[in-house]
């Protein structure tokens, strides 16, 4: 099943971006719901891609809500467009963060998972792009509010990202040391699995951004490392990710 549909994102005051999202793929649950999980795919791919992979997997209690990003000019490719959750100027540790493209980012997936019902688990997963989109909207839930400052509305269960960063890591220091936000930050289960073979996103922004989010006090954040994996997923890696979410989530199976 697919709707499309353009994001709301005019109604943040701080958000100017205007942005028209492509099409979103819903895999329904095949046994009793009991979590949704909001899954990003990576630059340059859409949300189908991945709906079908989601769609073999061994757990009929999870939907699963596939959007496809906004073609936007990308900075790295010189300016030339590409389906993208934000702009990225440079891959590298010191690189800038585009953090009005991940609020509004971030602000879809919570748009998508705003009426889900009440008793559902909430989630958000992606890979590599996707992933750095995850993790970023892990820091909004346990901060209680985006970028901007504008509020955080989602209580999240669970957090993945699969051969991906950290974004805005280094602007985390000193700003999770409110009780609230410290027992959001220790409470939520973050997964991260990273290729050791990665020459897209380098293994070593996986191994940091899980170190990072241990230091802010994510304590449940576990780190998977994957020997000869390149930027892609294996079926080891989706098992993993499987287990995870079932024990995370007390998923009845």
């Known amino acids: 099943m697919s709707l499309s549909g353009a994001a709301a994102v005019g109604s943040s005051r701080n958000l100017k971006r205007a942005v028209e999202f492509g099409k979103t793929h819903v895999v329904r649950p095949k046994g009793k719901h009991q979590a949704t999980i909001v899954w990003l795919h990576g630059l340059g791919d859409n949300g189908s891609s991945w709906s079908q992979i ?9 939907k699963w809500i596939c959007p496809t990003a906004p073609s936007q000019p990308i900075s790295l490719f010189g300016g030339f467009p590409s389906t993208a959750w934000f702009d990225v100027v440079d891959l590298t540790e010191n690189g800038p ?41 892990a820091t909004c839930f346990a901060l209680g509010k985006y970028g901007n400052g504008n509020p955080y509305p989602i209580n999240l269960s669970a957090v993945i990202g699969l051969s991906g960063w950290l974004p805005c890591a280094k602007a985390l220091t000193g700003k999770l040391e409110e009780e609230q936000i410290k027992n959001r930050a220790a409470s939520l289960p973050i997964l991260v699995c990273h290729g050791k073979g990665d020459d897209v996103v380098p293994f070593k922004f996986g191994e940091k951004s899980s170190q990072a989010l241990l230091s802010h006090g994510f304590k449940k954040t576990t780190f998977k490392a994957y020997g000869a994996l390149g930027h892609y997923t294996i079926p080891q890696e989706t098992e993993d ?13």
């Open 241 to 253: 990710v499987c287990a995870w979410l079932t024990s995370t989530l007390g998923l009845e199976g």
């Open 97 to 137: 963060d585009d953090v009005e493209g991940l609020d509004v980012a971030a602000a879809h997936v919570a748009n998508l998972l705003a009426n889900e019902p009440a008793d559902i688990k909430l989630g958000v997963g992606g890979f590599s792009m996707g992933a750095g989109t995850s993790l970023y909207s």
């Open 54 to 62: 989601l769609e073999t997997l061994p757990l009929p209690n999870i």
